[in-house]
Nanobody, 121 residues
């Protein structure tokens, strides 16, 4: 059974930093591209970032480019999202997803349960 468990969310001030983690189990983590998706209240899901299976290629939504960094540790079966200089508009539930590219927003079957990030002073 595919399991993705996010952690690290919480309240952060604008301009601060936060690191999200996603622990994977139930599948061979090292052969899949992985992604982060977010969903704000009342809005549809938004693709945030993807990383290829060996961690050498990354891609970001324009809204987070230059502020967020995706990474992975295949030995630990863990995906990360370093959030620097967050803005109130980044407030959302953050989900890790198995797969790469913006199309991951179309299949919630391979998402975790999410972790809430609230950016506010």
């Amino acid at each position: 059974e595919v399991q993705l468990v996010e952690s690290g969310g919480g309240l952060v001030q604008p301009g601060g930093s936060l690191r999200l983690s996603c622990a994977a189990s139930g599948f061979y983590f090292g052969i899949y591209d992985m992604s982060w998706v977010r969903q704000a209240p009342g809005k549809g899901p938004e693709w945030v970032s993807s990383i290829n299976l060996v961690g050498r290629s990354t891609d970001y939504a324009d809204s987070v480019k230059g502020r967020f960094t995706i990474s992975r540790d295949n030995a630990k079966k863990t995906l990360y999202l370093q959030m620097n200089s967050p803005k109130p508009g980044d407030t959302a539930g953050y989900y890790c997803a198995r797969g790469g590219g913006a199309s991951v927003v179309e299949n919630r079957n391979y998402w975790g349960q999410g972790t809430q990030v609230t950016v506010s002073s």
